[in-house]
Structure formats: C-alpha cells, structure tokens
C-alpha cells in the first residue's frame, strides 16, 4: 500500500548524492508514510504466489495484488516481489518517470475502514510537510468505490494521489499516484482505466465475503 521509504528507496537505490535525505519531496515521502500505516493495518506474514503473468505491458495475478493491468501506451509495468506491488510508470525508469503508480491489497486484521486509513495517512504526510487538497472523495476504481484525497508540499512541483478501496471485509487495496507535473488524478488515468480486480486465490472465503 502507494502509497511507502522513499522514491529512491522504492528501487533500493541511495538517495542521489545532491539530494539531502532529511529533506523528502513529495516523491520522497510517499513510500515511507503509507508502509508505516500498512504495517500498522496488516498482519506480517501473507500467503502469496508468483503472478500468472508479469510483462513490461501486461500483468495478471490471483495473488497479491490480484489485479489485471495492462498498460497503456508510454507506460510500463514493474513487479516489486519484495512488497507484493504491482507499478506503473511512465518514462524510461522508475527513477525518471514522470508519472508513477503502486497498486498493492493487503489483508487486514480488523474489518476494513478505507476513511481511518486515508485520515491516518494524511496526519503522517502532514508530519513531512504534505498538506491535502480539498476533501476526501468517494470515486470507481476498476468498478468498486475508493476514498481519494490529493495532497502536495508548497514549492515542490509534484502531486500526490492516494485511494484506498474495501474489496471485502478485511482485504482492500492501497493506490497511490506520484505526478512530476500536473494533476496526478489526471496523470494516472490512463493506467487505471486498464485495471481488473481478480479474486485473491490465497485469502480464505471468510475473510473476502
């Protein structure tokens, strides 16, 4: 869930040696904040499975994130095994995107509540200087209802869109866009009009219904 160490740490990568580490743009923060409220939301061990398929324009697993994406045109899809995330990107890397999507679902210990985390996630980015734009909003993503808020830091160029979305009872998905310039609701729309929700495979029929 983008949603999350930081942009660079998304690749295991060092911070660049110009960037000083203490001061995160919003590209910076994103992975950092959303992994402390997913760990804080989910157990630590999930069953999983390799995805069926895992290709630069196309991905389908019935595991986590159980979803179909295929990518649309300028964009490219990326699997982080480590964190069970499917991303999306539009560039050359994920490092020189200029749009960056991270899709994850995640089983939770307690009934899912999409408002409690969105809260939760917007007092963290806060704390690194995020502040929201305007008001948590119910939209459709890939046909089930997400909260979404937009959030930026003053003098950073960048915007910051995250839904969370109730699957099922206790698994939801965690969608978090990065957009270099613009509007990252509009950056990221392109790829999530290619999503599919699939059943997860390995999440016992109590826990979906």
């Known amino acids: 869930m983008l949603a999350m160490g930081s ?55 019935t595991s986590h994130p159980a979803l179909k994406l295929v990518a649309p045109l300028e964009w490219t899809l990326s699997y982080d095994t480590e964190r069970r995330s499917l991303r999306a990107y539009k560039g050359q890397s994920v490092e020189t995107a200029s749009v960056l999507l991270d899709i994850t679902s995640d089983l939770s210990e307690s009934e899912v509540d999409a408002d409690a985390f969105q809260q939760r996630l917007l007092r963290e980015l806060g704390q690194q200087g995020l502040e929201g734009v305007g008001v948590l909003t119910t939209v459709s993503i890939g046909g089930i209802p997400a909260r979404r808020f937009v959030a930026r830091k003053l003098g950073d160029a960048a915007e910051l869109c995250s839904w969370h979305a109730r699957r099922a009872r206790r698994y939801a998905a965690h969608l978090s866009c990065v957009a270099r310039q613009g509007g990252c609701v509009e950056s990221c729309q392109p790829a999530l009009d290619g999503l599919t929700w699939l059943t997860p495979v390995d999440i016992a029929a109590a826990d979906i219904d």
């Open 7 to 61: 942009y660079y740490q998304l690749r295991g990568k060092p911070y660049p040696a110009r960037r000083d580490p203490k001061k995160l743009t919003v590209l910076g923060v994103l992975t950092l904040v959303a992994a402390g409220c997913v760990k804080a939301f989910v157990p630590a061990v999930l069953p999983h499975a390799p995805p069926e398929v895992s290709e630069p324009r196309r991905f389908e697993s």
